[in-house]
């Protein structure tokens, strides 16, 4: 407990630094990059997508804006600024242009100044913003930054329609600032191509339900205990669930670990070989998909899987990054107490999961 309240004492302080070197660095960086004069969209011929993060569920969405423009603008070039790992994802899925860069941080925004004026606009649409992200836009010194409710910040000077809440939308919203709206109706998320590229063993005669313990932060993992203890009970309550793990790299030992404590025969590795392309094409094929908020829902939206999905108790988030299958359901982990507190992503309530799952699947 006491470990818990220091944590949360050197988030809060962190949260405040943070605010601190933004509001010093936007007396020098904060400013309209055309001085008040109207943004002309129509002359735009060269974008840069800010995906800095390495965060692949922003990746997979940022898709739809490529596909958009590359289906009805074609005469403007969009390149994606990413890190190795999703840069990888998005060249994959769009075919687009990359430029590779280091993970976010006030280093590499610096270095972004070796691109200043190469793009006439720059999209960079999250939630949050801080100074690395002004920074960065800074240095880029496109002449239109192209935002989501930033209207305090001058630097973005076009802004999307702020009722975009999920990410989905938000890029759905860029795109219809160059296309007409009516041709953007039927647009789908791209995924990388998995069909040809990867076999299946024979799934069961069960209901076979894809299991994902992995979030991107400590606190949206299972731990192995209790990676162990959801399946046990799971097992005893539905008789005709088969499971099969996902892959994760870094976790596969501690999947292997858990297959073998459970010893049953309606649990399995799927690989050992992590891989998108695996993870894609098992999600393609089962009757539900169980996992933390990561990027595996948005996987499972872009396949129409059905999806049962655990998320914090933060109704912003939830709206931005919901799952998008036409069946899906969320279980809810306690409200954390304030901003700086953190709940294990295993902290709900097991009688929500069974009536959530039974919607699904009936016995």
Not at 20 to 27: E, G, P, Q, V
Not at 76 to 94: D, E, L, R, Y
Not at 278 to 288: A, R, Y
């Amino acid at each position: 407990m006491i470990i818990k309240t220091l944590k949360t004492k050197n988030r809060a302080i962190r949260n405040r630094i943070k605010a601190w070197k933004l509001h010093r660095i936007s007396k020098k960086f904060d400013k309209d990059p055309l001085s008040g004069q109207t943004p002309n969209l129509e002359m735009v011929r060269s974008i840069a997508i800010l995906r800095w993060d390495n965060k692949l569920g922003d990746a997979i969405m940022c898709g739809v804006f490529i596909r958009a423009l590359q289906q009805f603008r074609p005469d403007i070039k969009v390149t994606v600024i990413s890190p190795a790992f999703c840069a990888n994802w998005i060249k994959k899925a769009t075919g687009c242009d990359i430029l590779l860069c280091e993970k976010r941080s006030q280093k590499t925004a610096l270095g972004f100044k070796k691109y200043q004026g190469k793009f006439d606009a720059v999209i960079e649409l999250g939630s949050s913003f801080d100074f690395k992200e002004l920074i960065a836009l800074q240095q880029l010194g496109a002449a239109i930054n192209i935002g989501y409710n930033k209207q305090s910040h001058p630097i973005f000077n076009v802004n999307i329609d702020s009722n975009a809440v999920h990410f989905k939308e938000r890029y759905l919203a860029a795109a219809k600032l160059f296309c007409s709206e009516e041709l953007l109706t039927d647009t789908t998320i791209p995924v990388i191509p998995f069909e040809q590229q990867i076999v299946l063993p024979t799934l069961s005669k069960y209901h076979n339900i894809a299991i994902n313990f992995f979030g991107s932060s400590k606190y949206r993992q299972f731990s192995e205990v209790e990676a162990t203890k959801l399946i046990t009970r799971w097992l005893q309550d539905f008789p005709n669930d088969h499971f099969y793990f996902i892959p994760v790299p870094d976790k596969v030992s501690t999947l292997k670990n858990i297959v073998k404590q459970i010893n049953n025969d309606r649990v399995t590795l799927i690989s050992e070989t992590p891989s998108l392309e695996l993870t894609l094409k098992l999600l393609s094929k089962v009757d539900l998909c169980f996992t933390p908020d990561t990027s595996v829902v948005h996987m499972a939206s872009a396949l129409n899987t059905p999806t049962l999905a655990i998320y914090a108790d933060d109704p912003q988030n939830l709206k931005e990054w919901h799952p998008l299958s036409s069946q899906s359901e969320v279980v809810l982990n306690p409200k954390a107490k304030n901003n700086n507190d953190r709940v294990y992503v295993y902290d709900f309530k097991w009688q929500d999961l069974k009536e959530k799952r039974l919607k699904f699947l009936q016995e």
